[in-house]
């Protein structure tokens, strides 16, 4: 199985929330370009609702920098839009579409079925329809 890290698994480790997956270390773990944009969005929105001080702010923003370089980074092309945009067999929120698309084209192009690592249970339900796995609290 290829891991694949949603953004919810993510951001529970960025901002060091409880009930976070462990994340595997034996292979490579890949993502759509799109977590970091999700993860740039919580964080400043947590920033200006929250207030938090300005070194947690640089902390957090130093981790989702390291955890970029740390895994594969699947880009959002026009095949991946593409998919999101077609059926899917349970109903998606539009960045889950792009997330599940992202795995299903990646399971093709590695030949191997990709491990979906989420807190959503919908997008999981999503992943195991399209027969791929997913890993869930």
Known sequence: MIPYLDS???LRHLLGQPGK????????IYTSEILFVECARVLDRVRLL???PAAVIAARLTAL?????A??????DRAVLQRAGEAFATP?????????ATALLLSVELGEACEVLTHDHQLGHAALAHGLE???T
């Open 50 to 52: 929250d207030g938090p």
């Open 21 to 28: 997956l462990d994340l595997p270390l034996e292979r490579p």
């Open 8 to 10: 919810s698994v993510a």
């Open 92 to 100: 998606l929120r539009t960045l889950d579409a792009i997330h599940l």
């Open 71 to 76: 895994l594969k980074v699947v880009a959002l």
């Open 134 to 136: 997913f890993r869930c």
């Open 65 to 69: 920098q390291r955890l970029r370089a």
